[in-house]
């Protein structure tokens, strides 16, 4: 199992530009998370999606977009960079019920730099 | 509001020196105590998960234990190879999301 992979791995926008981070899990868990961590901030939740086409916002979700079509992509969406979201951006993913999540397994990574 | 607290920011130690690092939370039902450890440029890394208080997790010179109010990771004669920030989360009950604090910094000096 590859686990959970990101692409890319790092990446320069200009203010204004567009992009798309992508996930990817192989160990068929239902739940999917993207975050962002800052230096010296803990791990930021930004959207977490339950299931195919069941996304929800997390504690930073503004200047992002999130899509889940299907149970093993979790794209994250940057529709105007600004230079605030200049950040490394973790995807996670784990199994879940309504009471109970199992541990997170996260991916390596993707570094954006906002310029 | 669910609040994860790591202390210190940073610790320095000589290989084979033992100590704790600390996390304490405030939670309005706790589900379960994460622990992750995280390598410079790579993603968090799971070593325990506490459910009730009084339970201890080990793992090689690891062990995690939880009370009411906050966990400790022991660190039992360290090695430069346990080098790394090491990060607490919580998860309230009834929630999915995890509250991550914000690490310790672990140094160990050959």
């Known amino acids: 199992n590859a686990g959970v992979t990101q692409t890319p791995k790092f990446r320069i926008l200009k203010i204004g530009q567009s992009m798309t981070l992508q996930c990817a899990q192989d160990?068929?868990?239902?739940?999917m998370y993207w975050y962002r961590q800052d230096p010296g901030m803990g791990l930021k939740l930004i959207y977490y999606s339950v299931g195919a086409g069941i996304t929800d916002k997390g504690e930073v979700p503004n200047g992002y977009n999130v899509s889940r079509s299907t149970t093993e992509d979790f794209p994250l969406r940057l529709e105007l960079a600004a230079p605030s979201q200049t950040s490394v951006y973790f995807c996670?993913?784990?199994?879940?019920?309504?009471?109970?999540?199992?541990?997170?397994?996260f991916g390596p990574g993707t570094r954006l730099l906002v310029l | 509001e669910d609040q994860v607290t790591q202390s210190p920011e940073a610790l320095r130690l000589q290989e084979g020196e033992s100590s704790s690092l600390n996390c304490s939370y405030t939670v309005s039902g706790l589900r379960g105590l994460f622990w992750y450890r995280q390598d410079p440029g790579k993603g968090p890394e799971f070593l325990f998960t506490?459910?009730?208080a009084g339970e201890e997790k080990e793992k090689e010179r690891l062990k995690a234990t939880l009370t009411k109010k906050e966990s400790f990771l022991h660190i039992t004669a360290p090695k430069p190879e346990d080098s790394a920030t090491y990060l607490c989360a919580v998860q309230a009950t009834g929630f999915q999301k995890l509250v991550f604090g914000t690490g310790t910094r672990l140094l160990v000096s050959p």
């Open positions: 160990m068929n868990h239902n739940y």
């Open positions: 996670a993913s784990s199994y879940g019920t309504r009471d109970l999540q199992e541990t997170q397994y």
């Open positions: 506490l459910y009730s």
